[in-house]
C-alpha cells in the first residue's frame, strides 16, 4: 500500500498533472486563436488567393437568352466560389491537423519535463523529509540538515527545523544533566541515612517495638539507593560520549550470567548460556549493564522451574545479544510499552521499570536496534543489535 493513501497521487504527480493541464489548456486557445486568425486573413484576401492559386475570376453576366434554362446563370457564377471554398477548407482543415498534432507531440514533452522540473525542486524537500526521519529514529539530536544552495523556501524550513533540533537538543541535555547531578547529589545523604540505621541495629540499641520500623526504612532506603543508581545509568546511557574501545558481547553476557547465578537459583530458573564471539567498539561497562538487565528481567520476570537463555553471535556486519525466558503470556500490542520508564508490568516486581529503558537508551547510543517479541508459550525474547567491530579501527587502536 502507498504510504500517500488509496487514491493520493505524490506531490510530483500532483504537480506534472497540473502542469500539464495548463499547457494543454492554454495550447488549445493559441491553437483555436490561430484558426480562427487563419480564416478570417484568408477572407480578407480573398481576391489575392484567387489571383495567386489561379482560380478564375467570374465573368461579367451577359442577358441570359431566352432559350437558357432557368438558373444557368447563377450556377455560372457559383462555381469559382464554390472552388475558393474548397481551397479555404483544405487549407484551415490541414493547419487544424497539423496543430492539433504538434499540440499533442508538446503536451507529451511538457509533461516529462515537468515530471523532471518536480523532480528537481522537490528533492531538497526529500532531503529534508529523509533527514528529520533519520532523527526522529535515532536517539541523538547532534545531527543538522545544513541545507545549502539558494535560500528558497525549503532552505528556510531547513533552518528552520535546525532551530527546533537546537532547543530541544539543549533542553534535554539540560534535562538529563539535572537527573545526573540530583541523582548523584542525593547519594551522600542516603548513605549518611542508611548508615544511621545500620549502626543501632548491629550495636542493639533499637527496642524490639521500633526494629520493625527500622528494618522497613532500611529496606526502603536500598531502594531508592538502587533507583538513583539506575537513573544514572540511563542518564549516562543518553549522553552521547562514550568510551569506546574493542570489547565482546560473549564478555558482558558471561559477567551478567555469573552476577545473577545466586538469583536464579534462589527463584529456580535454570540459565543456559551460549556465548558466541561477538566483537564490537562500544562502552564495555554499558554493554554489561545491558546484558545484565536483559538477564534479570528474564529471571525476575519468570515462573518457578523456568528458564532463562542468553545467547551472542555474529552475523554479516552486525553482532546480537539475546535473551529467551519462559513467563507469563505477554500479548503483542503491550511490548513497546515495556520499553517506557518506570513501566512494571501487570505483575509489579521489586524493580523501577528502568531495565529495559536503559537498554534502550544504550543500544540507540551505539547506533544499534533491540525489539521483543512474546513467545508463544509465554515469556519473551529481546535481542539487541550493534553494528560489529571496525577492524581498521580496531587495529589502529
Do not use: K
Not at 527545523?161 to 541523582?183: E, G, I, V
Amino acid at each position: 500500500m502507498s504510504r500517500f493513501g488509496p487514491g493520493r497521487l505524490p506531490l510530483r504527480g500532483r504537480l506534472t498533472l497540473v502542469t500539464t493541464a495548463v499547457f494543454a489548456v492554454l495550447g488549445c486557445g493559441v491553437l483555436a486563436l490561430n484558426w480562427l486568425s487563419s480564416r478570417q486573413l484568408i477572407e480578407a484576401n480573398r481576391d489575392l488567393i484567387t489571383q495567386a492559386v489561379g482560380i478564375p475570376e467570374p465573368p461579367l453576366p451577359d442577358p441570359a437568352p431566352a432559350d437558357l434554362p432557368p438558373g444557368s446563370t447563377e450556377a455560372v457564377l457559383t462555381t469559382p466560389a464554390r472552388a475558393f471554398d474548397h481551397f479555404q477548407n483544405a487549407i484551415l482543415g490541414d493547419l487544424l491537423t497539423r496543430s492539433v498534432l504538434l499540440l499533442t507531440v508538446f503536451t507529451a514533452l511538457a509533461a516529462l519535463l515537468a515530471w523532471w522540473a518536480s523532480h528537481r525542486s522537490l528533492l531538497r524537500l526529500h532531503q529534508v523529509t529523509a533527514a528529520a526521519r533519520r532523527i526522529s529514529t535515532g536517539s541523538s539530536l547532534d545531527e543538522r540538515l545544513a541545507l545549502d544552495g539558494p535560500y528558497d523556501e525549503i532552505r528556510e524550513l531547513g533552518d528552520t527545523f535546525d532551530a527546533m533540533l537546537d532547543r530541544l537538543d539543549r533542553s534535554f541535555t539540560a534535562q538529563r544533566s539535572f537527573t545526573a547531578h540530583a541523582s548523584h547529589e542525593l547519594r551522600t545523604p542516603l548513605t549518611v541515612l542508611r548508615t544511621a540505621l545500620e549502626i543501632p541495629l548491629a550495636r542493639g540499641r533499637v527496642p524490639d517495638d521500633l526494629r520493625p520500623s527500622v528494618l522497613r526504612a532500611l529496606d526502603a532506603n536500598v531502594r531508592i539507593e538502587r533507583l538513583i543508581a539506575a537513573l544514572l545509568t540511563l542518564a549516562r546511557a543518553e549522553t552521547a560520549a562514550l568510551a569506546l574501545r574493542s570489547t565482546d558481547l560473549a564478555d558482558a553476557a558471561r559477567a551478567a550470567t555469573r552476577e545473577l547465578a545466586e538469583e536464579a537459583r534462589s527463584a529456580g530458573v535454570r540459565v543456559t548460556l551460549d556465548a558466541g564471539t561477538a566483537p564490537v567498539d562500544g562502552d564495555p561497562a554499558l554493554l554489561r549493564q545491558v546484558a545484565l538487565n536483559l538477564l534479570a528481567n528474564a529471571v525476575r520476570h519468570n515462573h518457578r522451574d523456568g528458564t532463562a537463555a542468553i545467547t551472542t553471535g555474529a552475523a554479516g556486519g552486525t553482532v546480537f545479544l539475546e535473551v529467551s525466558n519462559t513467563g507469563p503470556v505477554l500479548p503483542p500490542e503491550e511490548v513497546p510499552a515495556l520499553f517506557a520508564p518506570f513501566h512494571q508490568g501487570r505483575e509489579r516486581g521489586s524493580g523501577f521499570g528502568l531495565g529495559l529503558a536503559v537498554v534502550r537508551a544504550i543500544t540507540a547510543t551505539h547506533h544499534g536496534e533491540v525489539a521483543a517479541t512474546p513467545r508463544p508459550g509465554g515469556g519473551l525474547t529481546v535481542r539487541v543489535l550493534l553494528p560489529a567491530r571496525n577492524r581498521r579501527g580496531a587495529q589502529g587502536s
